[in-house]
């Protein structure tokens, strides 16, 4: 029992952590075009200017900041947490039937473009349900924690077999110490080609692994490799960090997937319980 407790506070840092980065970031950055995109979508250009958007998402992440670390020492606070997370959540997700996530020029969906940002408030979505919902049976709760991983690696796995992918991937890659041996190997889309084909890999051993706990660490593991991965692209990736508002737009897409991770610490948690 102490261990599944521990693994929650882990998974809630996690998120408390991300938020307060990006609630902090937002407020020096301004607005900016995924802010622009949700109050367009939303048609609320003429009640909310771009400004107080950026600046009421901020709040809503520097709650969520606050909410997360209370919530790892009293119970009494997970309540409001989890449904801040679906709210919060929520909004940036209905604007997923916004054409402007979708890459137009390839028959847009399910071709996501700036939608790939986006799909990453599955992870708070499912983390507020599962804080919220803490009876429902295992089986659900496994799912229910894992299923974002399932989307973000599918689909953006999936994406790595395509040019426009294979190319938006390159920045990160040249310039990471772990992966940029890769081209010196294979041509820009080979390489991002056996991305996609080891994320893909890694989505039918989690699957597996909630019919079978003898594959759940390989599946885990190799999930979490991803998701650890682009965190390091934070440090190497020129602009995702700056002095000025200490994460770029590009952080902002690096650092949410912190949120995999407690994804992960959840799906363990209820896959290694005792029913």
Known sequence: MKKLYCSTKVALLLVGLSSLL????????????????????FGLNSLLSYELANMLAALCFSLLALFSILSMYFEKTKPALASLLI?????????????????ESMGGFPVIGAGQGVIKYFALLSIGICLLNPKLSQHAMQWIAIFPVLVVLVWIGGMKFTLIEAQGIEDLLQTSPFMSWMYSVWDLQTASNLIGVYDLLAVVLLIAAIYNKKVLWIGVLMSLAVFVMTQTFLATTPGAVTTS???????????KDLWFIANLIFFLKFTEQKV
Request: glycine share 6%; charged share 5%.
């Open 87 to 103: 709210v919060v959540s929520s909004v940036p997700l209905l604007s997923l039937f916004s054409t402007g996530m979708w890459i």
């Open 245 to 255: 508002t200490i994460l770029s737009t590009t952080g902002h897409f690096l650092i």
């Open 22 to 41: 990006m609630s902090t970031s937002m407020l020096l950055m301004g607005s900016h075009r995924h802010i622009e995109k949700t109050v367009n979508f």
